[in-house]
């Protein structure tokens, strides 16, 4: 015969103050986990929805990120024309050579200012990246000193507005219009002309990287393999959503440091409902007595304490996923391989908040067996016996 719920659910109102205290300290411990799986969640969603598979960035070998490569326009001349290219609107191959580099924005979140990334792209890399849309005023054109900016920029740093001049290279640039990239890492991008911005960086003649696009799927995997096996050109390519991919290894530390800070608040936390278990157990005593009296079994017992246990902690969970569910959607930035920024947005999804109970959960049950099983233990005449 089992014990009813109603019993678990009285105890747990009557000793008001240390179940609050108790699920309190477990919210605690499961918000940290969900914040970082929640920051991790979204990282990955902006990169890898940046990335296109029929894309492929060409990099030189060896290099992980674009900003550390180098491309010449001699080498772009041989790539574009590589077979598998689809064609561009004007009939030439979709293949754009751009150069990479950072440029200081001073932040109104931090005094000393943030890197960002600048890009100078040719007309094709415009067309290529066609979910990136003009959100307000225009697009920059081509032989001018301007400037677009991402929309994730444009929020977060004051210097990054329309109608406002950024100073970098040889002087200044207009700022004439904000692109939207969804959740895609271009929002945090800065986009002009690629001979204006080679030639402010003094990389008139070697670049960074090309972007290119192929007809197909099939296609796409057998121009890697040709400009990967191109003694030639010497150089490495990959897919545009590989390249993104590869780039959430910045977010790895990050991970890696809340779940070690969430196990060790887990253990003390698994501690403090052991003992608020204990203490149940001490207290009620008389009732577990009076319980076997009654004739409910010690299986009965020990499943009644254990399932308060894990009734307390999935509390706890539940008031973990109330305290992080306003980070969700929040914008922050993290630093990335091109050793500049990448805005994107906490992402506290429903699998995020089911493993956060789950987590509480499994607090619950490993500080609640032994004292369920103490509870389960106590003799009749024992327990009756005791204040």
């Known amino acids: 015969m089992a014990i009813p719920v109603a019993y678990n659910l009285r105890n747990l109102v009557v000793r008001k103050t240390t179940t609050i205290m108790t699920a309190l300290g477990i919210a605690l411990t499961v918000a940290v986990l969900l914040a970082v799986l929640a920051l991790v969640d979204g990282l990955r969603t902006t990169l890898a929805s940046s990335g296109d598979p029929l894309q492929i960035i060409v990099m030189r070998k060896g290099s992980e990120s674009e900003i550390v490569s180098n491309f010449t326009r001699t080498q772009f001349q041989d790539l574009k024309f590589k077979p598998g290219i689809v064609p561009g609107s004007d009939g030439q191959p979709l293949a754009s050579l751009e150069v990479v580099s950072v440029i200081n924005l001073s932040s109104s979140e931090t005094g000393e200012g943030t890197n960002v990334t600048v890009r100078g792209l040719q007309p094709a890399g415009l067309e290529m990246r066609h979910g990136v849309k003009i959100s307000s005023g225009r697009w920059y054109q081509q032989g001018r000193r301007e400037l677009v900016v991402g929309k994730s920029v444009a929020d977060r740093y004051p210097e990054a507005q329309i109608g406002r001049k950024i100073k970098f290279g040889r002087g200044d640039w207009d700022i004439v219009g904000v692109m939207d990239a969804g959740r895609g890492a271009q929002a945090s991008e ?58 959430t290894a910045s977010a790895a530390p990050i991970e890696y440091i809340g779940i070690f800070v969430a196990i060790i608040m887990a253990v003390g936390s698994a501690f403090a409902a052991m003992n608020t278990m204990y203490a149940a157990v001490a207290r009620r005593s008389r009732e577990i007595g009076t319980l076997r009296v009654l004739g409910f079994s010690k299986g009965s017992i020990l499943a009644s304490f254990f399932f308060e246990s894990v009734l307390l902690s999935a509390l706890g969970g539940v008031l973990g996923c109330l305290l992080v569910l306003p980070l969700n959607g929040i914008t922050t930035g993290i630093g990335n391989a091109n050793f500049s920024e990448t805005a994107f947005n906490f992402h506290v999804s429903p699998q995020i908040m089911l493993s956060g109970i789950v987590f509480a959960v499994i607090l619950g049950a490993a500080g609640g067996l032994f004292p369920a099983g103490n509870a389960a233990r106590k003799e009749i005449l024992t327990a009756l016996r005791e204040i």
Do not use: F, P
Request: charged share 20%; proline share 0%.
């Open 190 to 247: 800065l986009w002009g002309d690629l001979n204006q911005v080679s030639a402010d960086l003094q990389r008139v003649e070697v670049l960074s990287s090309a972007l290119v696009r192929a007809t197909d799927a099939v296609t796409a995997k057998a121009l890697v393999n040709d400009i990967n096996n191109d003694q030639r050109l010497n150089m490495n390519a990959l897919s545009e959503a590989a390249y993104y991919e590869a780039q």
